[in-house]
């Protein structure tokens, strides 16, 4: 693809040197090639970027003039528009069609260019969009409606009734609407009954999820995870959680039953979040916090950290003075 081609299609200015390179993929500094596409967001990474054999970079237009004697891409923000690129030069493989393997209910309704893999199961009243493909061995369940240009890789299950959006992408393993954890104790005699768990999982358009995490489906109502929500690998999410749109949320983390996370929040990851706890839109949780619950943490681009959650300056401070109390009570040991 050429350089004014991707250029083009990122809808960025291209200064091309008087050339335009042809394009096949994109790479690092230490295995670029003539053919491949680098970025660079400040001065040493452009350095590394001029050094490489790279056919072109993509820089900010404050390094455009010193981007030496390569052709290069100007963009607002390199690095989105690399990943940009990155899709244009290496477009997601599928072949359509499924396999002889594979149980499809004839009830199941499947649009134009599906494809299911090797043992996948596709049980009945299952609607899957034009485009989407399933991996081998998923199990896709009664009822479940899925979206078009959906990914769903190998061993993921969905139970039934869950409902995904287009353009969802689900990693190997996971499980989606499986039942909450919640159940009532006799306090007679000590044993545990389930509450029932008949809710449904709503996951909107463009979601992502990581391999092998869990995300029940609501109790009485719903579990919803919306527009734009990128979740890592081995996390697990509760009973009618509410996640808003564009939040990300990294691995190991915890989040309890009927707790909210608020659009665009950052929650770090091994975050452990209580029930019915209230995390603000746009926060951002640190590495390891936890909120406790019932609580509450809010405030727009206020990063919050510890067990359990407060302010980063707080939690600081806090820090500091332990650290002095333990110095002053080893003084007067000795």
């Known amino acids: 693809m050429k350089l004014s081609a991707i250029a083009q299609a990122l809808g960025a200015e291209v200064d091309a040197l008087g050339a335009d390179p042809e394009i096949t993929d994109i790479a690092g500094p230490g295995t670029a090639t003539p053919e491949t596409l680098l970025f660079a967001e400040d001065s040493q990474s452009l350095i590394a970027a001029l050094a490489s054999r790279a056919g072109a970079v993509i820089v900010a237009?404050?390094?455009?003039?010193?981007?030496g004697g390569k052709p290069v891409i100007i963009a607002p923000q390199p690095r989105l528009a690399f990943a940009r690129a990155a899709r244009l030069l290496r477009p997601l493989e599928t072949v359509a069609g499924v396999h002889e393997t594979a149980a499809v209910d004839p009830s199941a309704t499947l649009g134009e260019h599906v494809s299911a893999g090797a043992c996948a199961v596709i049980e009945a009243g299952a609607t899957i969009g034009a485009g989407t493909w399933i991996g081998a061995g998923a199990v896709i369940g009664r009822g479940v409606k899925i979206g078009a240009r959906c990914r769903i890789y190998p061993r993921v299950v969905i139970y039934?009734?869950?409902?995904?959006?287009?353009?969802?992408?689900?990693?190997?393993?996971?499980?989606?609407?499986?039942?909450?954890?919640?159940?009532?104790?006799?306090?007679?005699?000590?044993?545990?009954?389930q509450f029932p768990q008949q809710g449904r999982l709503v996951i909107e358009d463009g979601v992502e999820i990581g391999?092998?995490?869990t995300i029940d489906?609501?109790?009485?109502?719903?579990?919803?995870?919306?527009?734009?929500?990128?979740i890592d690998n081995l996390v697990h999410v509760g009973h009618n959680v509410r996640v808003g749109r564009d939040v990300?949320?990294?691995?190991?983390?915890?989040?309890?039953?009927?707790?909210?996370?608020?659009?665009?929040?950052?929650?770090?990851?091994?975050?452990?979040?209580?029930?019915?706890?209230?995390?603000?839109e746009h926060v951002i949780l640190g590495s390891g916090s936890g909120v406790l619950t019932h609580k509450k943490v809010n405030g727009p681009g206020v990063v919050f950290w510890g067990r359990p959650a407060r302010p980063l300056r707080q939690y600081l401070k806090e820090l500091a003075a332990l650290a002095r109390l333990g110095r002053s009570s080893t003084g007067d040991r000795q």
């Open 248 to 280: 990300v949320i990294a691995a190991q983390t915890g989040i309890s039953g009927s707790s909210t996370i608020g659009a665009g929040a950052v929650v770090g990851g091994q975050v452990g979040i209580g029930d019915h706890a209230a995390v603000g």
């Open 61 to 67: 237009a404050k390094l455009a003039g010193t981007a």
């Open 211 to 213: 391999a092998n995490t």
């Open 217 to 230: 489906r609501g109790a009485l109502e719903e579990t919803r995870i919306e527009r734009g929500v990128k």
């Open 160 to 193: 039934a009734g869950a409902e995904l959006g287009d353009d969802v992408v689900v990693h190997a393993g996971a499980v989606l609407g499986s039942d909450g954890f919640g159940y009532v104790r006799d306090a007679q005699t000590g044993t545990y009954l």
